[in-house]
C-alpha cells in the first residue's frame, strides 16, 4: 500500500462501519470546518464536531455533504473506471486489491484522492468510505464501476 493509504487507514474501519446519513453529514462537517480552518483538512480523522451556531442546520450540512459527494462521485469514477491512460496504474492497483480488508482498499482508495485529485485528506477519507460502501464491495471490478456509473447525476 501507498504511504498515503498507510496514513489512512486508521481513520477508515469507524468510517466504514458508519450509516451514509451519519457519512454524509461528517463529510458536510468537515468540510465546513476545514473553510474556517484549513489547517483540519490535512488529517484523515480530524477532530471536528458539528457546531450549529458555525455551521446551520444539520439538515442544510448533510445536503452540503451530499452535494460534495456527487461531485467528487464523477471525478472518482473517471478516476478508478474511466480509460485515461494516465490512471492506468491506479486502475490497476485497485482492481487487483485482493486478499486485503475492506478498510485496506478503503485506505487506498482514500490515498488515491488526495494523490489524484486533490482532495483534503479529511474529505477523501469520507468519500472514500462511501465509495467503498456503495460501489466498491469487490462483486467484480467491473460490476462495481458498472453500478456506479449507473448513480452518477445526470449531466442535465
Do not use: H
Not at 501507498?2 to 468510517?15: D, F, G, H, V
Not at 485515461?84 to 487487483?96: G, I
Not at 465509495?131 to 469487490?138: C, S, V
Request: glycine content about 8%; proline content about 4%.
Amino acid at each position: 500500500m501507498t504511504n498515503l493509504a498507510n496514513q489512512a487507514e486508521p481513520a477508515m474501519e469507524s468510517l466504514l462501519n458508519a450509516d451514509e446519513d451519519t457519512l454524509f453529514e461528517q463529510l458536510g462537517i468537515r468540510a465546513t470546518a476545514i473553510q474556517q480552518n484549513l489547517n483540519l483538512g490535512s488529517s484523515f480523522s480530524p477532530e471536528v464536531s458539528y457546531d450549529e451556531a458555525a455551521m446551520g442546520v444539520l439538515d442544510d450540512v448533510r445536503d452540503y455533504g451530499k452535494r460534495i459527494f456527487r461531485r467528487c462521485s464523477v471525478e472518482g469514477y473517471k478516476l478508478f473506471c474511466g480509460d485515461d491512460p494516465e490512471d492506468e496504474e491506479d486502475r490497476k492497483q485497485l482492481a487487483d486489491a485482493t486478499g486485503i480488508s475492506q478498510g485496506q482498499i478503503a485506505a487506498l482508495v482514500a490515498g488515491m484522492l488526495v494523490a489524484q485529485l486533490g482532495l483534503a485528506p479529511a474529505i477523501a477519507a469520507i468519500v472514500a468510505a462511501i465509495l467503498i460502501k456503495r460501489f466498491l464491495i469487490k462483486p467484480g471490478y467491473q460490476l462495481a464501476c458498472d453500478k456506479w456509473k449507473a448513480q452518477l447525476p445526470s449531466s442535465e
